[in-house]
């Protein structure tokens, strides 16, 4: 019984921490990538500090509501911002302690996922534009095609562990890390990477910088939001990037992550997470600048091909099992 | 090398094989396609290093040796000279199916190849036999290439696919032919490449083009 209130508390102390540090942290992210961008195409950029700027602005600010909109355009932004806060508190970043009634299984942390993304579309389809509902039906196009990827992905990082819980994984590669450089692991986490990508909206499925354009997903969303809402919609999307990319970099780079609480295994967690994060952003802005978008009818092919390499990953965890 | 090594570095090499062969499936660019072709051959290469260095074998050495020279440098070189005579036309534009088709027919063929090498699968359990499938597959993603491709190089490259995946199934069961037979197959290869660049660099100053599906009639 002790014990079980034990990992209770810890798995407690994990969760809130990695809610703050990520809530502190995702702003800087979407900074860090912006000034990274600018200085790659020889501007000077706002600075790393640019979104949160940003964002005490709109938070300061009344919503204005287009007339005919309904109760959900306040409603969406919350519950956004509440599923990307406990993707945030669930996934395994910090520490792999877990609630042994709650455990970060990966189809929790994928519905939860989607659960965001239906808000966020909703948000869009409300007021009842025309740019709102292309935005929405594009969103919704690229979450139903990036789902069984991230699913299959995981699946097949999950085979060799034989637990589908995320912390389970990621303990099973601090255990073993050769595991890293198994075929299976580089295959998923390639598929992972490109589904992730699709899924926050990034190069080359989603330009983020654009705000005027007939293409645009994110944008065409949050559109007709302001303020407050505008707020949350942009917190609830920078949360889901990320805890995404902390979670594509964690697989990758396990090491930092705390199996069991201290203070010092805390803060080397936090501080080897802040690196990850900031290589990974880096690395995703660089990427980005030598890239176009992609036309919409594209971006199947796309979501097809890192379905294949995660279906690759799976067949070739049967390869590894049986050799 | 210990036994844990040579496992995980065999199950590299051969996954690098099939993330090649998938990528040459998923690419359109020709350019995109012959690098893909060297890194393919360079991981063949490394896949009979391997194997060498497990069986203590000089003799797959030197053919490892000879593979990376051939399909890492020679071949991708020889396809590098056929497409750069003709900017115009780098991309396979009009493949019979789409991409997404493809890549989701890149899976099924992956399946049909577990299915299809389970009674090779069943005669051992090693790390060697286990990557069967794999040479497997990419013998099927190139029947694939092959048949849905419409540029003549992007045939070519089919082709040489389907023969990468023939040599790693060979090196794989087989552990390695004689040297001198696999010297044998690897001119033949040379030759066949080298005949098909010479013919499809005739075809394009004949018809100005590679699509061989325009070339469905006979004329004098």
Redesign the interface.
Known sequence: MNGSVGVNVSAATFATSQVLVLVVLSPLLIGLMRTVRARLEGRVGGGVLQPWRDLRKLLLKEPLQAQGRSWWAMAGPVLLVSSSLALCALTPLLGTVTFPSLPDDLFVVVSILLLGSVALALVGLDAGTAFGGMGSSRHMMISALVEPTVLLSVYALSIPVGSSVLSRIVEARLDDPASVLSPVSLLALLALTIAVVAETGRLPVDNPATHLELTMVHEAMVLESSGRDLAWLEVGSWLRLGVLLGLVSTLLVPWGVATDLTAAGMLVAVLALVAKLAVAATALATVEVALAKVRLFRVPELMAGSFVLAFLAVTASYLVVQG | MSE?TY??LL??S???L??CA?LIV?RRSLGAHIRLLAVQGWALAGLVAVLGLHEHSAELLWVSVLVATLKGVVLPAVLARATASDRTRAREETPLI???AA??A??FL??LA?LVSRPV?ALG???A???V??GMAMALFGFLVLSTRRHAVSQLIGFLLLDNGIATVAFLTAGGVPLVVELGVSLDVLLVVLILRVLTSRIRTEYGDADLDDMTELRD
């Open positions: 844990t496992t995980q199950q590299l051969a996954g690098l099939l993330l998938v998923w789409n991409t997404t890549l989701l890149v899976s992956t399946m577990y699968l359990s090693t790390a036999v286990a990557a499938p794999v």
